[in-house]
Each structure stands twice: as structure tokens, then as C-alpha cells.
T-cell receptor, first 111, second 117 residues
Framework: SQQGEEDPQALSIQEGENATMNCSYK?????LQWYRQNSGRGLVHLIL?????REKHSGRLRVTLDTSKKSSSLLITASRAADTASYFC???????????FGTGTRLKVLA | DAGVIQSPRHEVTEMGQEVTLRCKPI?????LFWYRQTMMRGLELLIY????????DSGMPEDRFSAKMPNASFSTLKIQPSEPRDSAVYFC???????????????FGPGTRLTVL
């Protein structure tokens, strides 16, 4: 079964607006990662946040992690049409090399 | 670095035929993962290898699926016989595997889109 569940499933915004997507997971983790998938392509790693971190930034991306609520959010500021993609969270399966991916959020940024 | 290489990119076959998907991980990476992605079930981990050894194949749907990694630079996923419900995009990913479990970035290949008629 899926470890991570993203919310919303789909999001449509205007260029320049901020996009926020959320991920909830079920079990304890060591870290959580966010990936982007453009249509017809493989997933591309965006950012990793460790369980002892609460917030992390990378360019226009901001990720937060709340381990007490077992949830994370990805914020994309000043969105661009090129940000149109599906975004997935992935959590590690502690003690293994496995990652479990969520269901994804389909983001559409309108020019 | 060329990244993770998968072949073929597209495969159309008829039910009952054998299908072999191929993957070349990034040189120096120690772990390799096979995923299947469908609209209904999302991204599912099928099997993963560490240092060429299959570690967890609990995601392999049934005996018709098999995977091998004969050396550090090559892996195959085989479906025999194929069925229409196997139609999906199959991804291969690799990680450096140097930082210990759960610490690595996964690098994905472009995927193989399989259609079984």
C-alpha cells in the first residue's frame, strides 16, 4: 500500500502564484524526499528533508516536515509554466534501501 | 554521465509474448530499483537489488515477472507470458548506496512504455 498520500490530487494555478501540495505518511521515517515528473519522463529528485529537520529551502522550493503529524508540504513560489508536472513525495522504509512513493499531485501552471 | 538508460523506450506486444526490459544504472551506483507506474495504482516498487543481489522482490506481482542483475551495469525485467493488465510504464532507478539505507537520491531512467494487446 502507498506510504504517502498527496493532497490535492490536482492543482491548477496562474503563473506567478504560489503552489502548495501536501503529503501524509503512515509510519516513522528517516527522511522524506520530493520528486517531480514531467509528462512522459522519469522522476527527478527535488529535495530531501531529514526527520530531524523542520524546514528546508532550495531556490523557489520550500519543504516543511512535521513528524508529529506525519506530514510534509512542498511550496513552489512564483510558479512558472515550466513547473507544470506531477509532484511525488517519497519516504524511506527504515532499515532498507526502499522508498515508498505517494500518489502524486498534478500541478498545472497557466501562463 | 549519461544517467540511467532504459531500453526499449516503447514496446508493443501481443498477449502471451515474452517481454524483456533492460536497464543500465549510473556507473558506480550500488542499488537498482524497478518500478511500475499506472494511473490506477501509481508508482509501485517491484524489486530492488543491492550490489547485484535481489534484496526485496515482494512487489513482483506474480511468477510471470522475473528480474536479474548479472553485473553492476545491467539489469533485466522479464514478463513471460505477458498480459494486457501488464500495460504500464516501467521505470528503473539507481542510487549510489553509499550513505546507508534511506539516505540516497534515486536517479530514474526515462521509462519503458509497455502496451500488451
Amino acid at each position: 500500500s502507498q506510504q504517502g498520500e498527496e493532497d490535492p490530487q490536482a492543482l491548477s494555478i496562474q503563473e506567478g502564484e504560489n503552489a502548495t501540495m501536501n503529503c501524509s505518511y503512515k509510519t516513522s521515517i528517516n527522511n522524506l524526499q520530493w520528486y517531480r515528473q514531467n509528462s512522459g519522463r522519469g522522476l527527478v529528485h527535488l529535495i530531501l528533508i531529514r526527520s530531524n529537520e523542520r524546514e528546508k529551502h532550495s531556490g523557489r522550493l520550500r519543504v516543511t516536515l512535521d513528524t508529529s503529524k506525519k506530514s510534509s508540504s512542498l511550496l513552489i513560489t512564483a510558479s512558472r509554466a515550466a513547473d507544470t508536472a506531477s509532484y511525488f513525495c517519497a519516504t524511506d522504509d527504515p532499515g532498507t534501501y526502499k522508498y515508498i512513493f505517494g500518489t502524486g499531485t498534478r500541478l498545472k501552471v497557466l501562463a | 554521465d549519461a544517467g540511467v538508460i532504459q531500453s526499449p523506450r516503447h514496446e508493443v506486444t501481443e498477449m502471451g509474448q515474452e517481454v524483456t526490459l533492460r536497464c543500465k544504472p549510473i556507473s558506480g551506483h550500488n542499488s537498482l530499483f524497478w518500478y511500475r507506474q499506472t494511473m490506477m495504482r501509481g508508482l509501485e516498487l517491484l524489486i530492488y537489488f543491492n550490489n547485484n543481489v535481489p534484496i526485496d522482490d515482494s512487489g513482483m506481482p506474480e511468477d510471470r515477472f522475473s528480474a536479474k542483475m548479472p553485473n553492476a551495469s545491467f539489469s533485466t525485467l522479464k514478463i513471460q507470458p505477458s498480459e494486457p493488465r501488464d500495460s504500464a510504464v516501467y521505470f528503473c532507478a539507481s542510487t549510489r548506496g553509499a550513505g546507508g539505507p534511506g539516505t540516497d537520491t534515486q536517479y530514474f531512467g526515462p521509462g519503458t512504455r509497455l502496451t500488451v494487446l
